[in-house]
Nanobody, 118 residues
Framework: QVQVVESGGGLVQAGGSLRLSCAAS????????MGWYRQAPGKQRDLVAI?????????NYADSVKGRFTISGDNAKKSVSLQMNSLKPEDTAVYYC??????????WGQGTQVTVSS
């Protein structure tokens, strides 16, 4: 059984910062990709930022968060964090941690709400 647990969401004013953390545990052989996605009401779940552990730790960011968000992680600990600075009201969403294992399985956390007030 695999568990993915997120923490760190909340309410913040525009321009503020939040840090999200995620850790995976359980029967995981190894992790290829770990990262963050978000889903606003009535919209699809979109990529925010990912670390490709199977690709020498390279990172990818959505254009909308480049320069404001920073992803970091520890493959050995199967953990990932997202530092979010200069938050905007349009960043409001439920943020999900997702992991893709080397045997091509995909796991999601339960989601954590981030609300940015104007």
């Amino acid at each position: 059984q695999v568990q993915v647990v997120e923490s760190g969401g909340g309410l913040v004013q525009a321009g503020g910062s939040l840090r999200l953390s995620c850790a995976a545990s359980g029967n995981i052989f190894s992790v290829d990709v770990m990262g963050w996605y978000r889903q606003a009401p009535g919209k699809q779940r979109d990529l925010v930022a990912i670390i490709i552990y199977g690709g020498a730790g390279s990172t990818n960011y959505a254009d909308s968060v480049k320069g404001r968000f920073t992803i970091s992680g520890d493959n050995a600990k199967k953990s990932v964090s997202l530092q979010m600075n200069s938050l905007k009201p349009e960043d409001t969403a439920v943020y999900y941690c997702g992991i893709q294992t080397s045997d091509h399985r995909l796991y999601w956390g339960q989601g954590t709400q981030v609300t940015v007030s104007s």
